[in-house]
T-cell receptor, first 114, second 114 residues
Framework: AQSVTQPDIHITVSEGASLELRCNYSYGATPYLFWYVQSPGQGLQLLLKYFSGDTLVQGIKGFEAEFKRSQSSFNLRKPSVHWSDAAEYFC????????????FGTGTQLKVEL | DVKVTQSSRYLVKRTGEKVFLECVQDMDHENMFWYRQDPGLGLRLIYFSYDVKMKEKGDIPEGYSVSREKKERFSLILESASTNQTSMYLCASNRQGANGNTIYFGEGSWLTVV
């Protein structure tokens, strides 16, 4: 069965600093990979997704992620964090032919210091 | 814009009560999902429906059932609520077909069982 690991439960960065959130997956084939963001008390919003092609994916709000097959990773990055980026971030993997069901990681809570 | 609406944002129920969580989507999506979100555990799939009256168990279906009588509506039912079902419940939907179709989430229903 597929699984997703987000090794960092909490991360604190200063506003304007760069950000990298880690995500590793376990899956036998090439997965479909997603990053979602959840603001407090809200549902999840899709930031970006990868399922084929260019391994560097651009998303909304200035985020990008890079798929590295050799490392089974799909890390999320942003060059300069804004205070409004404080939220919880979830990495997810989708099964090929799996009816679009997603398996989520446990999330990384991002705090931004002003 | 796609809208997934969860009619009840905050509920408090007593142990043993029957609880209905309702979800409606307005984009004619074939697939609908119910996830449960708990701190440190991320999102876990309870049930999935790919068509009217069709359903599949997710990873944690015990203690839950679902109903999908109309395409736009997907209900989660707790037959006899227990305190360990206190959680945030997220409904989601997406279009059937090619893998990687974006899944859209509602804002969540916070359920407290006392």
């Amino acid at each position: 069965a597929q699984s997703v690991t987000q090794p960092d439960i909490h991360i604190t960065v200063s506003e304007g600093a760069s950000l990298e959130l880690r995500c590793n997956y376990s899956y036998g084939a090439t997965p479909y990979l997603f990053w979602y963001v959840q603001s407090p008390g809200q549902g999840l919003q899709l930031l970006l997704k990868y399922f084929s092609g260019d391994t560097l994916v651009q998303g909304i709000k200035g985020f990008e992620a890079e798929f590295k097959r050799s490392q089974s990773s799909f890390n999320l990055r942003k060059p300069s964090v804004h205070w409004s980026d404080a939220a919880e971030y979830f990495c997810a993997v989708g099964l090929t032919g799996g009816g679009n069901k997603l398996t989520f990681g446990t999330g990384t809570q991002l705090k931004v210091e002003l | 814009d796609v809208k997934v609406t969860q009619s009840s944002r905050y509920l408090v129920k007593r142990t043993g009560e029957k609880v209905f969580l309702e979800c409606v989507q307005d984009m004619d999506h074939e697939n609908m999902f119910w996830y449960r979100q708990d701190p440190g555990l991320g999102l876990r799939l309870i049930y999935f429906s790919y068509d009217v009256k069709m359903k599949e168990k997710g990873d944690i279906p015990e203690g839950y059932s679902v109903s999908r009588e109309k395409k736009e509506r997907f209900s989660l039912i707790l037959e006899s609520a227990s305190t360990n079902q206190t959680s945030m419940y997220l409904c989601a939907s997406n279009r059937q077909g090619a893998n990687g179709n974006t899944i859209y989430f509602g804002e969540g229903s916070w359920l407290t069982v006392v």
